[in-house]
């Protein structure tokens, strides 16, 4: 099968500029595979984000500067084709509830009580984090000193064993949230170290705050 050529230009020196595929016209010259005409001048060409769409084109660093792009360098590529797309968005309320067995350090000689439990209910925010991508982040969550927190429920077990840890030893990360506001997508590990299956049995007094949570937006 014959090969498709690109015709650039006719020079009246010689004969016509043809270019093969992949190669780029650039004036009456062809730029190589791994380079991309500007100003009518080939250079090496990559990968050239901007901020305000996300989106992403393979341009010499020149071009890619001169439109308000962020170049990436040399041989980058657009791939995957989202790649300028915020590294985290979409900020959203998060509940959940976690069970521990009473404990009153984090260190793992303390074991774990066999006698009461606590129900811990998070009420805070995180964003969706997409791996591959590079652009800004977009994950506004806030501490609050007030609203949003994880509560504390404590439970009077009935039947001693009942609340049977799954870990006793080092801290076990439960949840991770992803938060920042204006830098990166930052994890907020919500961590446990005497687990339970089960928290059940009569409460004692009325739930209180254990930590500060996070809400979307931010001061």
Avoid at 54 to 66: P, Q, V
Avoid at 179 to 190: A, L, R, Y
């Amino acid at each position: 099968m014959a090969q498709a050529y690109l015709t650039c230009a006719k020079d009246s020196r010689v004969e016509d500029i043809c270019c093969t595929p992949g190669e780029e016209c650039c004036g009456p010259v062809c730029c190589g595979p791994d380079q991309a005409c500007c100003h009518g001048t080939c250079a090496l060409k990559g990968a050239c984000c901007f901020p305000s769409t996300g989106s992403c084109a393979e341009k010499t660093r020149l071009c890619c500067e001169t439109q308000d792009g962020a170049y990436l360098g040399d041989g980058t590529t657009c791939t995957p084709p989202d790649i300028c797309m915020n590294r985290c968005d979409n900020c959203h309320d998060i509940s959940r509830t976690f069970l521990e067995c009473a404990h009153y350090t984090n260190d793992p000689a303390e074991p774990c009580g066999q006698d009461v439990c606590f129900r811990n209910t998070v009420m805070s925010a995180t964003c969706d984090k997409h791996v591959g991508r590079i652009g800004p982040p977009q994950c506004n969550t806030v501490k609050l000193t007030v609203g949003a927190l994880v509560m504390q429920q404590r439970i009077m077990i009935p039947i001693p064993g009942i609340c049977t840890p799954t870990d006793t030893g080092p801290l076990r990360t439960w949840l991770t949230m992803m938060s920042g506001c204006g830098f990166d997508c930052i994890p907020k590990n919500v961590r446990v170290r005497c687990d339970a299956p089960v928290c059940e049995g009569d409460p004692i007094g009325d739930p209180g705050p254990r930590g500060r949570a996070r809400a979307c937006g931010c001061p």
